[in-house]
């Protein structure tokens, strides 16, 4: 379904869907001319700049890294539920060839837990939106929580071809690099295509390049171009990665013309969620038996 930024405002992440005819986005800069970095090991700084790709063999054999590391996706996606955090999301578009005017979308959000331990989000900060000529799509919402911050588990890689490409050292992290693709798109369903490099100690995704497909079109009712992006990941307590940045500056061809995007999510405040009331059983005690009293002399 496709949705009007000019009759509904979505708290949400926004897609790239382009009405037919929607030319003109915005190309301001304004927080984004941060290179983008994460922290790893032992505070250790990186960012996009990477040594070459080196064909090399791994250190242990292809298929037990797969396995290896799927396995501590999964331990790392279960542990991620039980995670606070703070979400903030900035789009900004222009027209490729300059001189458009700026249209923005932001978005804060903090990602909490209820009294009863139920996970909810709550909007922080959403002033109006300037995007007038785009259109928001469930697909986008979907791409946010689960393509962007892409965890490739044991349970998900059925839906996967990974193939070794060899190894890259990204800063102080020495990693196996995969090339990721679907083997087959189920309508109505997302997924990721591209490559993920994965650190050669704690066996997790560490960085993540590529973009969310399928490409939609909805006939009539206009185009669903998805971005390429880079999403790295920083490592929180000593145990996982966690997703802390994603950017995308991409051209989307659209069949009316071409869209410059802008895209940056942020992802801090990481907290383990921590229960601190003690629930105590509501069934009855019976009373301790009462000792007679001794007899008279």
């Given at each position: 379904?496709?949705?009007?930024?000019?009759?509904?405002?979505?708290?949400?992440?926004?897609?790239?869907?382009?009405?037919?005819?929607?030319?003109?986005?915005?190309?301001?800069?304004?927080?984004l001319a941060h290179?983008?970095?994460?922290?790893?090991?032992?505070?250790?700084?990186?960012?996009?700049?990477?040594?070459?790709?080196?064909?090399e063999p791994p250190?242990?054999?292809?298929?037990?890294?797969?396995?290896?590391?799927?396995?501590?996706?999964?331990?790392?996606?279960?542990?991620?539920?039980?995670?606070?955090?703070?979400?903030?999301?900035?789009?900004?578009?222009?027209?490729?060839?300059?001189?458009?005017?700026?249209?923005?979308?932001?978005?804060?959000?903090?990602?909490?837990?209820?009294?009863?331990?139920?996970?909810?989000?709550?909007?922080?900060?959403?002033?109006?939106?300037?995007?007038?000529?785009?259109?928001?799509?469930?697909?986008?919402?979907?791409?946010?929580?689960?393509?962007?911050?892409?965890?490739?588990?044991?349970?998900?890689?059925?839906?996967?071809?990974?193939?070794?490409?060899?190894?890259?050292?990204?800063?102080?992290?020495?990693?196996?690099?995969?090339?990721?693709?679907?083997?087959?798109?189920?309508?109505?369903?997302?997924?990721?295509?591209?490559?993920?490099?994965?650190?050669?100690?704690?066996?997790?995704?560490?960085?993540?390049?590529?973009?969310?497909?399928?490409?939609?079109?909805?006939?009539?009712?206009?185009?669903?171009?998805?971005?390429?992006?880079?999403?790295?990941?920083?490592?929180?307590?000593?145990?996982?990665?966690?997703?802390?940045?994603?950017?995308?500056?991409?051209?989307?061809?659209?069949?009316?013309?071409?869209?410059?995007?802008?895209?940056?999510?942020?992802?801090?405040?990481?907290?383990?969620?921590?229960?601190?009331?003690?629930?105590?059983?509501?069934?009855?005690?019976?009373?301790?038996?009462?000792?007679?009293?001794?007899?008279?002399?």
């Open positions: 379904m496709t949705l009007s930024t000019r009759t509904r405002e979505w708290a949400g992440f926004v897609g790239l869907t382009v009405m037919a005819g929607a030319l003109l986005m915005s190309s301001a800069s304004t927080g290179a983008e970095q994460a922290q790893g090991r032992e505070g250790v700084i990186w960012q996009r700049g990477e040594e070459p790709l080196r064909n250190s242990i054999p292809v298929e037990e890294i797969i396995r290896q590391f799927a396995a501590r996706e999964a331990e790392f996606r279960k542990a991620r539920e039980n995670y606070t955090y703070t979400q903030t999301v900035l789009v900004q578009a222009s027209d490729p060839g300059g001189g458009g005017r700026v249209e923005e979308y932001r978005l804060t959000s903090d990602i909490l837990f209820t009294d009863a331990g139920k996970r909810f989000e709550k909007v922080t900060y959403a002033p109006p939106p300037t995007l007038q000529m785009i259109s928001l799509t469930r697909e986008d919402s979907e791409d946010l929580a689960n393509i962007q911050p892409f965890v490739l588990t044991t349970e998900d890689l059925p839906q996967y071809n990974l193939q070794y490409v060899g190894r890259q050292q990204v800063d102080e992290i020495s990693t196996y690099v995969f090339d990721v693709e679907p083997r087959r798109i189920e309508k109505g369903r997302r997924y990721f295509q591209g490559r993920i490099w994965v650190d050669d100690e704690d066996l997790q995704i560490v960085k993540t390049f590529g973009k969310a497909v399928p490409d939609l079109n909805h006939g009539k009712t206009g185009e669903n171009l998805f971005p390429r992006f880079t999403t790295y990941r920083e490592n929180i307590g000593g145990d996982y990665w966690f997703p802390t940045y994603t950017r995308a500056d991409d051209l989307l061809n659209f069949s009316t013309g071409s869209v410059r995007i802008r895209m940056t999510v942020r992802y801090t405040n990481y907290k383990q969620y921590k229960v601190t009331t003690r629930i105590l059983s509501s069934a009855p005690v019976d009373p301790p038996p009462v000792k007679p009293p001794d007899p008279l002399l």
